[in-house]
């Protein structure tokens, strides 16, 4: 029997998962030349399975793949694309350092990037809804270097056109919740990026027979607001937690009218939020009178891949009981 | 008129750099052998500045973590913490917390003029510094003092850094404040940064002083403070968003100060378009009056590969030398 996602305040998470040893062995074997794509896809499985264990524990509605094969969110996409060479290294912070891509020529879709472990996690999610999670256009066009392009326009039409090719392949398969990951878009607050990204957006989402998701995160959101509601997607997952709900007078104010999946739980902190305080902060969105339990989904700020994994967990538990208590009162 | 340039601030680091830091982290080289490879990479580029005519030189701030971590290293009452996103880069400096009135333990500079200026000549050799309000606005403040308070104290001890600095033999002494190009930045926050900066430059004489802001441009509300400013030179970043650059500067000017263009992007690897850069120098220079001007990068070279940082540092010379031609203006290559 399918399941049956709950009416009113659903609960998801926004993709990573910390890494499980298996996974980074994976990433590290196939890195180095000892594995190949295909093997490497098999090994990360095993890590795959205890993510989902973890999600149907804590009795997360909407779950993902834990984002376990991807190193990095753009690195990941940039080395199975056409297009891109992996670049030089650029540090992150300290002395740490990641490849940035280059893109070197037209960016193409060479095959699909993310649809086995979408259909792993499905066979195994105890027919929970799966995620298609892919990161947007326009992160990956501001996270890597462009010596081809020389146009931000050209390069985020061409990328976009290789994600939506990578949707309809998820589609095909059944999915019904696509997410657009857009970290890099709140870094970068200004008309013209919002407006640039809906053109991408529109390309991606046209005609689509599923739940069209963006998720933005940190940064200066409040100042784009007005440029992205009309965003061609039904539902808008944003961080909120960590901004202590900073951005719910703005939804209001510019006449927010689609789903909202907002953050109860800091990804940023290791202390484990209460189920009172979660509910408080589910409390804390209705009270704001933006939208109904039904359009309200329930969620972490953003992917939990920097917390230890029973940190992780225990969040992701509380946030469950917070909103089954919450579906009581509301 | 003169025109000189100078790369606004620290490199990437090579490989070998990257791998003595790694294996100084792990307790495998000693600091004596970590700070005399850091000094030959240094070199390495200090060299490439000079061979591409740029008069003011910086040593690569190879061993700083961030702008901020040097000087949090060596004052007490402050400790680096967790990562935040540094403005619109993929990269993280650790937030510095401030538990006390900080005091300086060391100095940073002095003991680096000494030794980086002499191998500078016969460029200049310059100082980058965090200005006092970015310092303090990017910062955690847990102690009692205000944020006004705090910001007087950490601009002391860059006052006391710079002073030593310039009596060490520095030719330049530039101050950051990249904040100032926040939309979020109000006319009386810039009141107070200039301020502070000019409490730091005070009773600096004999060298050129730069308050240097980037990765956007300042609100027009914002530039009209920091045209106050006592400071010798505003440097700008006019590449990331060139029309909003242009049209603060040809709309203010630089208020008698000398101007610094921002004009080789430091964010992108590809070769930058020298004609065009051309073009936009020549729309700035048609109402500017001072007798000198100088051109730099974007921001500091160390968001890039270093293969690419070499490459802007050249680039940048080439510019130099091409603006000088095509403008008739006298092309500083050399200062001591
Ligand atoms: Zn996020």
Redesign the interface.
């Given at each position: 029997m399918a399941y049956s996602v709950p009416r009113k305040f659903p609960t998801t998470i926004v993709g990573s998962y910390p890494k499980m040893p298996q996974a980074l062995e994976a990433i590290k074997k196939r890195k180095s030349g000892e594995i190949s794509e295909e093997e490497f896809k098999e090994i990360v499985k095993p890590a795959i399975r205890e993510v989902v264990e973890d999600y149907l524990w804590a009795g997360v509605d909407i779950i993902s793949d834990g984002e376990q094969a991807r190193e990095d969110m753009v690195v990941y996409f940039a080395e199975r694309m056409r297009g891109y060479s992996i670049g030089d290294w650029v540090r992150v912070f300290d002395n740490e350092y990641f490849r940035k891509p280059i893109v070197i020529g037209r960016v193409e879709w060479i095959s699909p990037m993310t649809l086995d472990h979408w259909l792993y996690t499905t066979s195994i999610s105890q027919d929970r809804p799966v995620k298609g999670i892919l990161t947007g256009p326009y992160t990956m066009m501001e996270w890597s270097f462009d010596l081809y392009y020389r146009d931000r326009r050209e390069l985020i039409i061409d990328l976009a056109k290789v994600i939506r090719r990578e949707v309809e392949e998820l589609i095909k398969a059944g999915a019904q919740y696509i997410q657009v990951d857009e970290p890099a878009l709140s870094t970068r607050p200004w008309r013209e990026d919002a407006e640039l990204l809906k053109e991408a957006l529109d390309i991606i989402f046209k005609g689509l027979e599923a739940k069209r998701i963006i998720h933005i995160c940190f940064g200066r959101l409040e100042r784009i607001i007005p440029y992205i509601l009309d965003y061609p997607v039904d539902q808008f997952d944003l961080e909120m937690k960590n901004s202590n709900f900073r951005l719910l007078p703005y939804l209001k104010e510019y006449g927010f009218n689609k789903e909202l999946a907002f953050g109860v739980v800091d990804v940023h902190s290791f202390q484990v939020e209460s189920i009172r305080e979660i509910e408080e902060a589910i409390d804390t969105v209705m009270r704001a009178d933006i939208v109904n339990p039904e359009k309200a989904y329930v969620k972490p700020d953003c992917g939990l891949k920097r917390l230890p994994r029973d940190i992780a967990r225990a969040k992701l538990k509380n946030m469950v009981e917070a909103a089954r208590r919450a579906r009581e009162k509301y | 008129m003169r025109v000189w340039g100078s790369v606004l601030g620290g490199y990437?680091?090579s490989?070998f750099v990257?791998r003595v830091?790694?294996d100084f982290?792990r307790g495998l080289v000693a600091f004596g052998d970590l700070e005399r490879s850091i000094v030959e990479a240094s070199s390495v580029i200090i060299g490439a500045q000079v061979s591409a005519g740029l008069a003011y030189v910086v040593d690569g701030l190879l061993d700083w973590?961030?702008i901020f971590r040097s000087f949090v290293s060596s004052w007490r009452n402050v400790t680096p913490t967790?990562?935040l996103?540094y403005?619109?880069?993929?990269?993280?400096?650790?937030i510095p917390l401030f538990t006390g009135e900080p005091e300086a333990t060391r100095l940073v500079w002095p003991p680096r003029v000494k030794l980086y200026s002499r191998l500078s000549e016969p460029s200049g050799f310059k100082v980058v510094i965090p200005g006092p309000f970015t310092f303090t606005s990017m910062s955690i403040n847990a102690s009692k003092a205000s944020f006004g308070e705090l910001a007087s104290s950490i601009a002391r001890l860059l006052e006391s850094e710079v002073r030593a600095a310039v009596e060490s033999g520095a030719s330049m002494i530039q101050i950051d404040e990249p904040i100032l190009s926040d939309?979020?930045i109000k006319k009386d926050d810039a009141i107070m940064a200039v301020e502070l900066i000019n409490s730091i430059i005070r009773d600096i004489k004999g060298v050129k002083t730069i308050l240097s802001v980037y990765f956007d441009v300042p609100s027009s509300s914002v530039y009209e403070v920091l045209l106050n400013s006592r400071v010798d030179c505003l440097s700008l970043d006019i590449i990331d968003a060139p029309k909003r650059a242009l049209d603060l500067i040809l709309g203010r000017g630089f208020g008698g100060h000398c101007g610094v263009l921002g004009l080789i992007n430091a964010r992108?690897?590809?070769d930058d378009d020298i004609s065009r850069l051309e073009d936009i120098f020549g729309s700035i220079i048609k109402g500017y009056s001072g007798e000198e001007i100088g051109l730099t990068t974007s921001t500091w070279l160390?968001?890039?590969?270093?293969?690419?940082s070499l490459r802007k540092t050249k680039l940048l010379g080439l510019l130099v030398e091409r603006i000088a031609r095509s403008f008739n203006l006298e092309h500083v290559w050399r200062v001591s």
């Open positions: - | 990437a680091r490989r990257r830091l790694r982290e973590h961030d967790g990562l996103r403005f619109d880069n993929n990269f993280f400096y650790r939309p979020d992108t690897i590809y160390d968001l890039i590969p270093y293969d690419y």
